[in-house]
């Protein structure tokens, strides 16, 4: 099956830091997929982005399909914004979803 | 206010009892998903149904029942578990299988003593 690697696997930011995460797949994908898992353990959608890029707030993500990686981008942090960030893709020929192992992200004030 | 609603949130059992997890979509969906989530672990897929039909189970162990009576609605039936069954247990759906973006909910905190 496709496989997802996610980086940094820890990330420590100050309120107001910006950040990048990264999520690396082995193989062309249908549908890439950014959530944050909060401490109750939903996962939150945060980008259905298979390829381009999207804004949503302080967040945003970009997917370039081509080579294989997406990036998601944290502004300004703050601390609700700390949890565990996963990648998700759906191959081309597998439709399940693969989880990457996440980016626990912690904010402090 | 998710459109995927998992009961109970939290479930103690002992490991010769049986229960059920219930998920229940309000999206319109006809996919839906049963994941694992042990800690240290990524999250692995577990049963997929699509149109109530069972298009995979994911070498899961027998002891894990799914059943989707309908397309809005999502068991899965426990029965003489183990505690590293322990786990996070997450509902999820999607438009169809292929290409269409994934809502989970709120999941099960199970433990087994």
């Known amino acids: 099956g496709i496989q997802v690697e996610q980086s940094p696997p820890d990330l420590i930011l100050q309120e107001g830091a910006n950040s990048t995460l990264r999520c690396n797949f082995s193989d062309s994908v249908n549908n890439l997929q950014w959530f944050h898992q909060n401490p109750w353990g939903q996962l939150i959608n945060l980008f259905y982005i298979p390829s381009g890029t999207k804004q949503n707030g302080r967040l945003s993500a970009t997917t370039v399909a081509t080579e294989r990686y997406s990036l998601l981008y944290i502004s300004s942090s703050q601390t609700t914004d700390s949890g565990v960030y996963f990648c998700?893709?759906?191959?081309?020929?597998?439709?399940?979803?693969?989880f990457g192992a996440g980016t626990t992200v912690t904010v402090r004030a | 206010e998710t459109g995927v609603t998992q009961t109970p949130r939290h479930l103690v059992m002992g490991m010769t009892n049986k229960k059920s997890l219930k998920c229940e979509q309000h999206l319109g969906h006809n996919a839906m998903y049963w994941y694992k989530q042990s800690a240290k672990k990524p999250l692995e897929l577990m049963f997929v149904?699509?149109?109530?039909?069972?298009?995979e189970n994911n070498s899961v162990p027998s002891r894990f029942s799914p059943e989707c009576p309908n397309s809005s609605h999502l068991f899965l039936h426990l029965h003489t578990l183990q505690p590293e069954d322990s786990a996070l247990y997450l509902c999820?759906?999607?438009?169809?299988?292929?290409?269409?973006?994934?809502?989970f909910g709120q999941g099960t905190r199970l433990t087994v003593v």
């Open positions: 999820a759906s999607s438009q169809d299988l292929r290409a269409t973006e994934a809502f």
């Open positions: 998700a893709v759906e191959g081309v020929i597998d439709y399940k979803l693969s």
């Open positions: 149904y699509s149109l109530e039909e069972r298009v």
